[in-house]
């Protein structure tokens, strides 16, 4: 299980961290302004994050289950082991994609000046 997850958190927090990174690249005028929106989950703290995805993911108030039963999907990570995983890899993956943003955005275009 330990590999899973560390192999799932890295290939989606690289993954999209440097897509993003690409995609800001490619922006010419609002790229100080996303820059900055991805630079806030690096910022937050490990507990406050642990918080924020326990309410996203609460089953009695959290949004993100209630979305999910429109699509079909009983969401319940506390019953489902598969659920548990992906709700800690994504948790894991969002704070570290800031992350991997940060060191992916210069190299997306060396020559452009800042």
Known sequence: MTFIFALATTALSIGLALLLAAAVDRLV??????TTLMVW?????????GVLWWFLFNLTIGILPYM????GIDWNHTVNPDHAMILVVVAAS????????LLFLPGCN???AR
């Open 29 to 34: 005028r609002a790229s100080s302004l996303y």
């Open 41 to 49: 989950p690096y910022a937050v703290a490990p507990a406050i994050a």
């Open 68 to 71: 999910l039963s429109f699509a």
């Open 94 to 101: 969002w704070k570290q994609v800031s992350y991997n943003f």
């Open 110 to 112: 060396p020559f452009h």
